[in-house]
């Protein structure tokens, strides 16, 4: 499968890495992005190649694009705690508006519709690991809410178009992934403790640090995207690790890789912070014959390879 594809969120952290497998692939690329959390910079390896395009643009307005368009990735979200404590409004919207008006183009050219959906739509999950079928335990006024509602809300859409007007669709539900392009003041647990352990601060474990996150790296994740797009199945799709490690084992294999002088701080545990995260991957196994590749090790060498090299330019 290879057309031309429209990715919403095309200068941010997943949303470049897909831009350039697609244009690996031989699609047609047309990015779309406001840069509220998304940096130019994340495409300009991009910029000479003939097949890609790039605008921007918010797309909680509506989008007119001229000419065919086979596939319209939706990634546009400011993803990070911070990002949606500064820009909540605009989270909520480019989770709803933005869907609606995304699932509006695809419906205007005949286009497969892709969203990507979060684990955050799990909430403080109740149920461990989180299969599909879970519908999670959320909390719709807390401060996370403008973003796991945004999400669910978007799932709503997705799926409401999928069964009034027969539309191709695709939902998968992303786990904390990690790599290259992600921003240094992203403020999740990989690139915080990365710039911490990178210029011998304090590494800030938040709780005790017994809470456990599953780490994909990007390229992993990317390859499951490509194939779930590829397939012919509407139902949410769950992609990550299910490689579970603690916070605090997470500080420290930084801080080793890194080759770190970093003392490990304690802090309080913010408030709506899950405490597992582990997704159940039983679906993407059957359905793509898809598995994560890159050992933690292998992903934050490169991670931390890329970091280093941001923070000399900084």
């Known amino acids: 499968m290879a057309g031309r594809a429209v990715v919403t969120g095309g200068a ?13 692939d031989g699609w047609q690329v047309l990015s779309v992005d406001n840069l509220i959390s998304g940096a130019a910079r994340n495409l300009a390896h991009l910029r000479g190649n003939d097949r890609f395009q790039s605008i921007e643009h918010n797309v909680s307005e509506p989008l007119y694009v001229e000419g065919p368009v086979d596939a319209v990735l939706h990634f546009a979200s400011p993803a990070s705690p911070i990002d949606y404590a500064d820009h909540p409004i605009a989270t909520l919207k480019v989770g709803t508006l933005g869907t609606h008006n995304m699932l509006g183009l695809a419906r205007a050219k005949g286009a497969t519709f892709f969203l990507a959906s979060t684990s955050e739509v799990y909430g403080d999950p109740l149920v461990h690991p989180q299969p599909e079928t879970y519908w999670g335990n ?3 006024v807390g401060p996370r809410a403008v973003y796991d ?3 669910r809300a978007a799932e709503a859409f997705t799926m409401a178009y999928h069964r009034t007007h027969g539309m191709k669709t695709r939902i998968v539900r992303i ?9 240094t003041n992203d403020g999740r647990a990989v690139p915080n403790f990365l ?3 990178l210029q011998n601060q304090p590494l800030t474990v938040y709780g005790d640090g017994s809470q456990t996150r599953s780490l994909c790296y990007v390229d992993d994740l990317i390859e499951g995207i490509v194939r779930l797009l590829a397939t012919d199945y509407a139902e949410p ?5 299910d490689d579970e490690v603690t916070i605090l084992q997470l500080a420290t294999r930084i801080r080793d890789l890194s080759g770190s002088k970093s003392e490990i701080v304690f802090k309080p545990l913010p408030e709506g912070d899950p405490k597992q995260r582990r997704p159940d991957l039983t679906r993407a196994r059957k359905l793509l014959g898809w598995e994560p590749r890159t050992s933690l090790d292998a992903g934050l ?9 941001r923070l000399a330019k900084a």
């Open 12 to 24: 941010g952290f997943l949303g470049s890495h897909l831009c350039e497998r697609l244009l690996h």
């Open 138 to 140: 959320v909390n719709p």
């Open 149 to 151: 509602e945004a999400k």
């Open 175 to 183: 786990f904390n992934t990690y790599g290259p392009m992600m921003r």
């Open 195 to 197: 710039l911490q352990a």
């Open 237 to 241: 799709v769950n992609l990550g690790t």
């Open 301 to 309: 060498a490169k991670t931390i390879a890329y970091f280093r090299e």
